[in-house]
């Protein structure tokens, strides 16, 4: 299923607006394929802001940064 949220992406028009085929490359896989993989889309889902630098793929970032968003929630 794909993304609701790739026409608007910040990742693909900030970063890679100049790399057409890297740009289709990544959203094959994270917007085309499995939207749940890409570490963006998670933190929108768990409702948190999305750093304009951070890659799809980039789980561990962005474990990291719903692991600390939840310690200080508690």
């Not at 740009?23 to 409702?47: H, M, N, P, W």
């Not at 948190?48 to 200080?72: A, C, F, K, M, T």
């Amino acid at each position: 299923m794909q993304c609701d949220r790739a026409q608007t992406c910040a990742f693909f028009n900030n970063k890679l607006a100049l790399k057409p085929a890297v740009i289709e490359l990544v959203k094959q896989t994270f917007c085309d394929r499995d939207r749940s993989q890409c570490s963006r889309y998670q933190l929108v889902v768990a409702g948190l802001p999305v750093p304009d630098d951070l890659y799809p793929s980039d789980v561990n970032r962005g474990r990291e940064i719903i692991r600390d968003w939840r310690s200080r929630a508690v």
